[in-house]
């Protein structure tokens, strides 16, 4: 009976160690997208991608601006960093107060929601494809614990950059 338990307990520390290889090579695969896509850009500190906490501005400066409910959003970059530092901060052990925990988690919850939203704005800045970028975000987050935005961000790494405004300025200039 001990053998089985600790079989088990081993094939367990294999199976978390093969997930957070997994991890790491899902973070420089991201990296290197977010790396390629600013210097395609012209954007300064393209190597904050190589950063954890700096890789989300670096996110935010690949994409631009990005519209929620019509509202234009100039730094989502900056608000995911300090949504995920503020996140951070409440959930140290060290400030066990409920309500700091329950702080913590709707920072975390703002952080997953503003992400997704980015990229959503990512995919249909390098897509152009309405279902495309559908399919990426939705893949992004049903399989979001396995990181495979990180692989869908590699992926068009090398796609031209084209917002919806030059979209519509092309269409006006074909149309008129």
Known sequence: MAMMAVFLVGIVLILIE??????????????????????????KNAWFAYIPLLQNLALGKVVGTI??????????????????????????????VEALIVLGNIFLALYVI????????????????????????????????????????FAIRKKPYCSEDETEKEADEILT
């Open 114 to 153: 503003l992400r997704f939203i980015v990229y959503y704005n990512l995919f249909s800045n390098y897509l152009n494809h309405k279902g495309k970028t559908i399919l990426f975000t939705a893949l992004s987050v049903i399989f979001g614990y396995f990181s495979l935005a990180s692989y869908l961000i």
């Open 18 to 43: 093969i997930y957070l290889v997994l991890r790491v090579i899902a973070f420089f695969f991201a990296a290197r997208g977010l790396q390629v896509m600013a210097k395609n850009r012209h954007q």
């Open 67 to 96: 519209r929620i409910f019509k509202q234009e959003m100039h730094r989502s970059g900056l608000y995911l960093t300090i949504l995920l530092a503020l996140a951070g901060i409440c959930r140290i052990p060290y400030f066990n």
